[in-house]
């Protein structure tokens, strides 16, 4: 029993130390059946995002998505800001996705993003009483799900853009995290294979051998 209560007074202590290892919740998801390991180009679609006082700002936030991915080393995968494609697409097609209404703007970015980019991610923000980012990523060639990523704020986080900043940073990370986890998957399963190709073709020669040998007899 002593030795229960010590155990729960150690942890007790250390969450007071260190309450930034208990700030948050986050879990990333691989949608079955589906690969990010082709992702070498990730652009930003328009966030889902209201103003709401106190908070930062939808510019803010874009802000930061642009920025925390301008970071992201190159040797990962690159990030291409909305206002890059949205750019693109005026010169290209004539089509100014910022002077539409949404559902029409969105349209013509999932309609164009493959030119700019492997996948494409939807940044989202809801603010009661808990903060939650999500972040969905889609194939730029299919618009299928390939990957989900949600961080829920702890209660006592504040809605700052420092804090919005760290945590699109571990987005970024986590996604190429998951980039690098399946590329190894899909290295180590390839040699597997041709392990099992070159053991096959192995064993084939010496019965073709063995074959000749009996044959020359």
Same mark, same amino acid.
Request: glycine share 4%.
């Given at each position: 029993?002593?030795?229960?209560?010590?155990?729960?007074?150690?942890?007790?202590?250390?969450?007071?130390?260190?309450?930034?290892?208990?700030?948050?919740?986050?879990?990333?998801?691989?949608?079955?059946? /589906?690969?990010? $390991? =082709?992702?070498?180009?990730?652009?930003?679609?328009?966030? !889902? =995002?209201?103003?709401?006082?106190?908070?930062?700002? !939808?510019?803010?936030?874009?802000?930061?998505?642009?920025? /925390?991915?301008?970071?992201?080393?190159?040797?990962?995968?690159?990030?291409?800001?909305?206002?890059? *494609?949205?750019?693109?697409?005026?010169?290209?097609?004539?089509?100014?996705?910022?002077?539409?209404?949404?559902?029409?703007?969105?349209?013509? %970015?999932?309609?164009?993003?493959?030119?700019?980019?492997?996948?494409?991610?939807?940044?989202?923000?809801?603010?009661?009483?808990?903060?939650?980012?999500?972040?969905?990523? =889609?194939?730029? $060639?299919?618009?299928? !799900?390939?990957?989900? =990523?949600?961080? *829920?704020?702890?209660?006592?986080?504040?809605?700052?853009?420092?804090?919005?900043?760290?945590?699109?940073? !571990?987005?970024?990370?986590? %996604?190429?995290?998951? *980039?690098?986890?399946?590329?190894?998957? *899909?290295?180590?399963?390839?040699?597997?294979?041709?392990?099992?190709?070159?053991?096959?073709?192995?064993?084939? /020669?010496?019965?073709?051998?063995?074959?000749?040998?009996?044959?020359?007899?």
């Amino acid at each position: 029993m002593k030795k229960i209560i010590h155990v729960l007074l150690l942890v007790l202590v250390f969450a007071t130390a260190c309450p930034s290892a208990f700030a948050y919740w986050e879990e990333g998801k691989e949608e079955e059946g /589906q690969t990010v $390991a =082709y992702v070498e180009t990730l652009a930003i679609a328009a966030p !889902l =995002y209201m103003d709401k006082q106190g908070m930062p700002t !939808l510019e803010e936030y874009i802000d930061v998505l642009n920025k /925390q991915g301008a970071k992201v080393s190159p040797k990962k995968y690159k990030v291409v800001p909305y206002d890059v *494609i949205a750019k693109g697409i005026l010169q290209t097609s004539g089509k100014d996705i910022y002077a539409m209404a949404r559902i029409p703007a969105t349209r013509v %970015f999932k309609n164009h993003v493959a030119e700019y980019a492997d996948a494409y991610v939807v940044p989202t923000v809801t603010m009661s009483r808990r903060t939650v980012l999500f972040f969905e990523v =889609y194939s730029a $060639a299919t618009n299928e !799900l390939l990957y989900t =990523y949600q961080i *829920i704020l702890a209660p006592d986080d504040l809605d700052t853009v420092r804090t919005y900043s760290d945590m699109v940073s !571990l987005f970024y990370s986590e %996604f190429g995290a998951a *980039i690098e986890k399946q590329r190894k998957e *899909i290295k180590d399963k390839e040699k597997a294979e041709r392990k099992e190709r070159e053991k096959a073709e192995r064993k084939a /020669q010496r019965e073709r051998e063995k074959a000749a040998e009996a044959a020359g007899k």
